[in-house]
């Protein structure tokens, strides 16, 4: 499909509309992007880490699922910490962070073992 340059104007004015709408519901909500960069980067370099020094627990479908809950946990907290900064977190905050991961993490983990065994 052919876009007419009248349909790229279009595209991208409603890109940056989007753009800043997201950015300003950021900002209102206390957080800017320079936290937001620093906490996926601090908890992708730390998870990046813990990922590959036990990458060989990953070879069985325990270990791979015990893996998924691993970096399912640090990708829920980088993403509650950016909603709720840590000083203002509850027991609640940690549990829910704790339970999603424990039921995203292992199918996760498992999906991933399966797609490395090319089943």
Request: aromatic share 6%; charged share 15%; proline share 2%.
């Amino acid at each position: 499909m052919i876009l007419t340059s009248r349909m790229q104007d279009r595209l991208k004015s409603a890109a940056m509309e989007t753009l800043r709408s997201n950015l300003g519901w950021g900002l209102r909500q206390g957080v800017s992007l320079i936290e937001v960069v620093a906490v996926f980067g601090i908890t992708g370099t730390f998870g990046g880490l813990i990922v590959g020094s036990l990458r060989a627990a990953g070879r069985n479908l325990i270990g791979a699922m015990l893996l998924g809950y691993v970096v399912a946990a640090l990708l829920f907290l980088s993403y509650g910490i950016v909603d709720t900064p840590l000083i203002k977190w509850q027991r609640k905050d940690l549990i829910d962070v704790l339970i999603l991961a424990a039921i995203l993490g292992p199918a996760g983990g498992a999906i991933a073992w399966r797609q490395s065994r090319g089943n």
